[in-house]
């Protein structure tokens, strides 16, 4: 059976209503010169507010919320959670309660009054934030809400924090699918599609989409949470032969399928380093293509780190998942010194680059 019959078994809000773009960035690969012409692939202009990968998680998630007859969802995410900001979204499209917690991974990251997707946590009106310190039991908080909205008459629903969990996956089986239609089309010959990698369900249902649709394009997760690439490898090879053995396949997926790369984290979870920081002034500077210091400037680094280092062939056409996540970018206006200025005073580079 094809995957997307596979796929069409599973209930769906059809918030995803059109595949979303390929694009070459030649300017972005010019200026790098580093023997790649890198194309993206725009998940951040999916629907929802402000877009990004979650709107095709919660596409599947909430479906099974509203079959099961939640009136309420609950989820989790960090300060600045982009998960937590479309879950908030699409709760406010279905006319659903929305619950929210933050786990505060950095001390003291938490300021109510942020700006980014904190922001939007106050615009949209979440019914609740609980803010708990980094490394608390995320899900017993979040069960224990939804144990206190029961006895209260609700009917609440606890999405994993990022979705992360084979229902949400399949969102990126999805994606998948959507993929490889668009390579039948158009065949780019692309080997390698990089992508961040966090709580996993982007990657492994990607891995496990591809898998399906007996598709040889290799998955490349950059570790954007995980210091060790191994801890990250693990969580995604398990998560991807759970989507798989959904889809109806059967056997554990070959470990190559599920590759990450460690060196591209910075200081820890979103503390970018220089890297993070070029990306992100490059891809805005010639492509006017926005990437966050805390997912896609990372995985950005990684792709450029990756192709420096000589990881693909000369002049191989790469493509970049851009999962979204600019929203974060306007809580991080410090670490871009050169925008409090006159343009003159901005670093010599990329502008240049153009
Ligand atoms: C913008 C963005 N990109 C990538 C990711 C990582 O995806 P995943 O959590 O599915 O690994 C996230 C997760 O929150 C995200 O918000």
Request: glycine share 12%; net charge neutral.
């Amino acid at each position: 059976m094809t995957l997307s019959r596979r796929l069409a078994a599973f209930p769906r809000r059809g918030y995803v209503k059109s595949p979303t773009p390929i694009e070459h960035l030649p300017r972005l690969s010019r200026a790098l010169d580093v023997g790649v012409e890198i194309f993206v692939k725009r998940d951040d202009l999916l629907p929802g507010c402000l877009g990004g990968n979650k709107t095709r998680k919660l596409d599947f998630a909430i479906a099974q919320a509203l079959a099961e007859g939640a009136d309420a969802l609950v989820t989790s995410g960090a300060v600045q959670s982009n998960h937590c900001r479309l879950t908030l979204a699409w709760a406010i499209h279905e006319g659903l309660e929305c619950h929210l917690v933050l786990e505060e991974r950095v001390p003291r990251s938490y300021d109510p009054r942020g700006s980014g997707n904190n922001f939007l946590f106050n615009l949209l009106g979440a019914d609740s934030v609980t803010v708990v310190p980094g490394g608390s039991p995320v899900s017993e908080k979040t069960a224990e809400i939804a144990d206190r909205l029961r006895v209260s008459g609700r009917r609440p629903y606890v999405i994993p924090g990022g979705a992360a969990d084979p229902l949400g996956a399949l969102g990126y089986a999805a994606c998948a699918q959507e993929l490889v239609e668009q390579l039948d089309e158009i065949d780019y010959g692309f080997r390698h599609v990089t992508c961040a990698t966090g709580s996993g369900g982007t990657q492994s249902g990607l891995v496990a989409g591809l898998a399906a649709a007996g598709s040889s394009l290799e998955v490349l997760g950059v570790n954007v949470r995980r210091p060790r690439r191994e801890a990250q490898e693990e969580l995604v090879a398990a998560l991807a032969d759970e989507v798989f053995r959904l889809l109806g396949g059967a056997g554990p997926l070959e470990r190559r399928r599920t590759r990450c790369f460690e060196g591209f984290l910075g200081p820890g979870y979103s503390l970018p380093d220089e890297g993070t920081l070029e990306a992100v002034r490059l891809a805005a500077r010639t492509e006017a293509l926005l990437v966050d210091p805390v997912y896609t400037g990372k995985a950005l680094a990684g792709l450029i780190g990756l192709a420096r280092e000589g990881f693909f062939e000369r002049g191989e056409r790469v493509l970049f998942l851009h999962t979204g996540g600019f929203p974060a970018l306007f809580s991080y206006l410090p670490a871009f010194p050169e925008t409090a200025g006159p343009l003159s005073e901005a670093p010599a580079g990329p502008a240049a680059a153009r």
